[in-house]
């Protein structure tokens, strides 16, 4: 029988977070946002091998699943924004800190906002990305 992990907020079992029977428990979690649903299960199939993986295409659902969840690292897929760099504050402040690793388009004209996001994160990759470098990174930060 699988393990129900009850989100600390709405105080429910999340269907998504169920463990199944006989998963190893000790595998690291990535947490992944992405508004692109296709990218969001492509990164899961091409972690969930080694990863406990948590996605979700709804960014109210990421927030409240990074600074309550614990996830071990987070994958953000975000359009550069002033209101991007706010989220990224609220999840660096939380209790435990998460590494955060960014995909997004750069954009010469907003180096400001590129620089403010970098900031925030532990690894920016621009679109399009080269996967096996993602792979390695996120290798790097969760065998530290």
Do not use: W
Request: aromatic share 6%; glycine share 6%.
């Amino acid at each position: 029988m699988g393990e129900n992990i009850t989100h600390p907020e709405i105080g429910e079992p999340d269907p998504d977070l169920m463990t199944p029977a006989g998963k190893d428990l000790d595998r690291k979690t990535i947490l992944i946002f992405s508004p692109d649903l296709n990218l969001c299960f492509s990164l899961s199939i091409l972690f969930q091998d080694r990863y406990h993986v948590v996605t979700t295409t709804n960014i109210t659902t990421f927030e409240r699943l990074a600074t309550c969840f614990g996830a071990d690292l987070a994958i953000v897929d975000e359009v550069p924004s002033d209101c991007l760099v706010r989220r990224l504050e609220v999840i660096g402040a939380g209790q435990r800190k998460i590494p955060v690793i960014m995909l997004y388009v750069y954009n010469g004209k907003d180096v400001a906002l590129d620089r403010a996001i970098r900031g925030r994160v532990d690894s920016v990759f621009y679109k399009p990305v080269e996967i096996s470098l993602v792979s390695k990174r996120i290798d790097e930060i969760l065998t530290a």
